[in-house]
């Protein structure tokens, strides 16, 4: 038998449509659904969801903790006693404490219209009295603070569709690794067909990652978290050679001729221009000049921003940056060119999802500063004292920053509960572990990260074991707690689907749920195209009604520069001896996920890569336990020589688990023992790249 299926995972595509080949009750494999096919196809870790599906790591029956916490010692539960003990517990803390004492560390381990980790989670607390909750994004907390404020609520529509790459003549991938972390399921067979077709393929990236190995026509090295200064540079290039569209875009933005009269050094005398980047960047100034002629000659250019530059110290200005460039160079809101803004913002096609009933008002906090509101609450500053998480579709110990501290959070809570496929580490110090369906067991309707599309999949096996969905265990927990009808408002899982697919623009649900895939008519939105042609007609939800590369609403509520600058020795240079740390997604896993040792060592291991220069300094050679540290932490780990790495550079992937016990920590390997979450400007998100470290032998 052969059913629909997507992943629903939170690793860049979300909802690649699928096959899954299903034989005595058994998921033989997952191979791709020609329904999306050419263009619309799934990734390696979609192909390998049948072993996931099926893998003896599993968690198959609830688990309730015997020794303390991070001891690995547990007892296996009956539902009934562990949905018992997860109600009474937080219920007992809400009366005792509010229930604002209760964080939902609720992530984006399953997303779809039904299953939703984070809206399920928020769903049952909401009705359950309220919680606090978690704002801002580990993956783009800095663009999408800043991105408001150039765009207005427009910033939402702001992306494109990809099959308008095919009209791009140049493509720059700034810090976008989109054939191994990738930013849709359309986009790598675009790319590689716009490849063939000869487009100019940049790809800017301190790693010869595989993108640039497959891809690109031209690799432009460049230093981590210092992309404002290159994108500055460039500017002055194309305005000190009569290059940029000077009226073009002024008419589109405001702060343009401050922008202009910054980077000439008009009020301080210092051009920003190539001689001055070459030093910060790293990229010689020739190459610079090369790079700005070319994006002002090649039109359209279509720029498609990665995540990681704004994942760094300083990262919101690059985001400001991108759109000054496409506004210079005349590609703004053009077919084949770009915004520059965060590429998946287009709506995706009409559909219902389950609703997490947030209240407006509610207490929230940063989510890089869990660990610290944790921590500290009410009298550190925070709105509220957390006694209790809620943890679902989150390995958040681990994936978030500041290892140590993350788990002196968890370990200080008065309880937890942890809703889980595998025994993680932040599951490992909660109090109770519920186990969950795994994506195969599941119907649901598959809302992608980008493109004009959604999928379908039906449920191909029952749970294994004891496990359950996780609405069949709020719905459970919720009757328990009393509000079991309000939660599921009379409807089981099946209802919902029907539900949702009622509320949808899909013009043949029958046919959708056969063929698992419903591409919309419109596959060539241009985000911003009306404005970009017409900005007085058109104009955006900012208070110019144009794109505010100044912006004073910006500087006033953030303290932040009214127009993007290079802060300069804030983040870098180093000092002597330092190198800069990337710690990028890799192909094999979504985050964490096939991060246990056994599955890391199956899929080649785990290292820090240098370049052989910076290790011989060092005293290190291939295959040498090296230790990296910082002001956050320390952490030992084997070095592999890569001499494709730029030099200054170090790369140590992250989504590798931690060891139970803390005071292994030093041995993990794990990137986030160096990650901090203090001191990271107006936006306060997470900066995991071109983070400063000291390595030497171990
Ligand atoms: N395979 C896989 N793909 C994924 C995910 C996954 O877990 N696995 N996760 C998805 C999610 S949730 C997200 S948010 C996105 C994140 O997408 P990104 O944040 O864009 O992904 P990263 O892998 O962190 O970085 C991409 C590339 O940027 C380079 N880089 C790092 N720092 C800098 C810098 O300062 N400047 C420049 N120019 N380049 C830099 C890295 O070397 C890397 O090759 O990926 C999505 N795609
Ligand atoms: N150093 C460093 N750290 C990073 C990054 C980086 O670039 N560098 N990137 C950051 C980014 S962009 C992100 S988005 C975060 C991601 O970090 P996390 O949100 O922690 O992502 P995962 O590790 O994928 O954890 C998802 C968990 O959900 C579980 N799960 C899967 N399906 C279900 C389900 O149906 N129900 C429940 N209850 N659970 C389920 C999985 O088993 C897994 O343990 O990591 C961040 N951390
Ligand atoms: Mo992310």
């Keep these: 038998m052969t059913l629909p299926t997507f992943c629903g995972k939170d690793c860049g595509g979300g909802a690649c449509p699928m096959l899954a080949e299903v034989e005595g009750g058994r998921v033989i494999r997952t191979r791709p659904n020609p329904a999306g096919a050419p263009w619309i196809l799934p990734c390696s870790r979609g192909l390998a969801l049948a072993a996931e599906h099926s893998s003896g790591n599993r968690l198959l029956a609830p688990q309730v903790r015997k020794g303390p916490r991070g001891s690995g010692q547990w007892r296996e539960a009956g ?145 981590p978290g210092t992309d404002t200064a290159l994108m500055l540079a460039l500017l002055e290039v194309l305005l000190s050679e009569g290059l940029a569209q000077r009226e073009w875009a002024q008419a589109r933005s405001t702060g343009f001729s401050q922008l202009a009269a910054y980077v000439l050094g008009e009020a301080d005398g210092k051009r920003r221009g190539p001689e001055w980047a070459e030093p910060v960047t790293g990229v010689p100034a020739g190459e610079i000049r090369r790079l700005a002629r070319a994006w002002a000659e090649a039109s359209p250019t279509m720029l498609l921003p990665g995540y990681s530059i704004q994942r760094v110290r300083g990262g919101e200005e690059p985001y400001r940056l991108t759109l000054a ?18 590429n998946n913002r287009l709506p995706t096609p009409r559909v219902g999802t389950i609703d997490p009933l947030d209240v407006e008002g509610r207490p929230e906090l940063p989510v890089l500063l869990w660990p610290d509101a944790i921590l500290g609450g009410r009298s550190s500053g925070f709105p509220t004292d957390i006694k209790a998480a809620l943890v679902a579709g989150g390995n958040w110990l681990g ?103 009622k509320d949808s623009e899909i013009p043949d649900p029958a046919a959708f749920r056969k063929s698992g895939f419903y ?14 042609r017409d900005p007085v007609a058109h104009p955006l939800g ?53 991060g246990d040792p056994a599955s890391v060592a199956a899929s080649g291991g785990h290292f820090l890569c240098l370049h052989p220069d910076d290790a011989s300094e060092r005293g290190l050679g291939e295959g040498d336990l090296a230790r990296l540290s910082n002001a956050t932490g320390a952490t030992r780990i084997r070095c592999r020589l890569d001499g494709s790495i730029m030099r200054g550079v170090a790369c140590l992937p992250e989504g590798t688990w931690l060891p139970e016990d803390t005071a292994n920590y030093e041995d993990s390997g794990s990137p986030n023992a160096l990650t901090s979450t203090v001191d990271h400007g107006p936006a306060r998100a997470a900066s995991m790249h071109g983070l400063r470290v000291r390595v030497g032998r171990a």
């Design 79 to 223: 539902w009934d006693e562990a949905l018992d003990l997860v109600a009474s517990r937080l219920s007992e803390v809400s009366a005792r404490s509010g229930p604002d004492a209760v964080l939902a560390l609720a992530g984006a381990g399953s997303i779809g219209a039904l299953h939703s980790t984070s809206s399920l989670a928020r769903r049952f607390l909401s009705l359950a009295g309220g919680y606090t909750r978690l704002g801002g994004s580990y993956s783009n907390g800095a663009a999408r603070t800043v991105l408001p404020y150039l765009l207005g609520p427009e910033w939402k529509n702001s992306g494109f569709d990809p099959a308008t790459m095919s009209k791009a003549r140049m493509i720059v991938l700034w810090g976008a690794n989109i054939l191994e972390a990738r930013l849709g399921s359309e986009l790598p067979t675009r790319l590689l067909e716009a490849k063939r077709r000869g487009a100019a393929i940049v790809v800017i990236d301190p790693r010869r990652s595989q993108t640039v190995e497959r891809a690109a026509t031209w690799h432009i090295p460049c230093r």
């Design 325 to 342: 460039l496409q506004l210079a160079t005349g590609n703004f809101g053009i077919p084949g060119g770009s915004t520059g803004s965060l």
């Design 399 to 501: 994936q978030g920053a500041d290892a140590g501290k993350s788990a002196r959070a968890l370990d200080s809570l008065e309880f937890s509960v942890c809703l889980e496929m595998f025994p993680t580490p932040t599951a490992g110090r909660c109090d109770v572990i519920l186990p969950v369906a795994s994506p195969l067991e599941k119907e649901d309707i598959g809302i992608p990260w980008l493109g004009n599309w959604l999928s379908y999949k039906s449920r191909a096996v029952p749970p294994a074991g004891l496990a359950r969905s996780d609405y069949d265990i709020y719905a459970d927990l919720a009757a328990r707690m009393g509000f079991g009808e309000a939660f599921t408002e009379g409807r089981g899982e099946a209802a919902w689907i029907e539900a949702f697919l």
């Design 519 to 532: 591409l919309a008519p419109e596959q060539e939105r241009v985000g911003l195209a009306d404005f970009a």
């Design 542 to 594: 900012t208070p110019s009604g144009r794109v505010e590369l100044a912006s004073a609403p910006w500087a006033r509520d953030t303290g932040g520069n009214p127009i993007p600058q290079w802060e300069g020795p804030a983040a870098l240079p180093c000092e002597e001896g330092e190198l800069l740390l990337v710690t990028p997604k890799v192909a094999a896993r979504t985050h964490s996920q096939g």
